[in-house]
């Protein structure tokens, strides 16, 4: 069975940083691209960063372009989000997902396998 366990959710103050972390257990997705999506209260989840299955390609949605990273260890079966300089804007619960695909893409139709949700909640 596909379990997708996200940790490092919280609350942290406006500018402060967190790393979210997504461990994958289940079956290897070495092949596949990983990525992160947010949902807002009374918003449509938003794809937030993609990472093709090598590494080697990223995608990242404007609002959070120069502040947040998204990696990955194949080694490990992870993938993570570091999110620096953060906004009250950015407050959402954050989900880890496995694409069907080993491009990065931001369309949540490619996504196979979901995680649970971390909660992250900026204060201003």
């Known amino acids: 069975q596909v379990q997708l366990v996200e940790s490092g959710g919280g609350l942290v103050q406006a500018g402060g940083s967190l790393r979210l972390s997504c461990a994958a257990s289940?079956?290897?997705?070495?092949?596949?691209?990983m990525g992160w999506f947010r949902q807002a209260p009374g918003k449509e989840r938003e794809s937030v960063a993609a990472i093709s299955r090598s590494g080697a390609t990223t995608y990242y949605t404007d609002s959070v372009k120069s502040r947040f990273t998204i990696s990955r260890d194949n080694a490990k079966n992870a993938v993570y989000l570091q999110m620096n300089t953060l906004k009250p804007e950015d407050t959402a619960v954050y989900y880890c997902?496995?694409?069907?695909?080993?491009?990065?893409?931001?369309?949540?139709?490619?996504?196979?396998?979901w995680g649970q949700g971390t909660q992250v909640t900026v204060s201003s």
């Open positions: 289940g079956r290897t997705f070495s092949s596949r691209a």
């Open positions: 997902a496995v694409f069907i695909t080993d491009q990065a893409v931001r369309a949540a139709a490619y996504v196979q396998y």
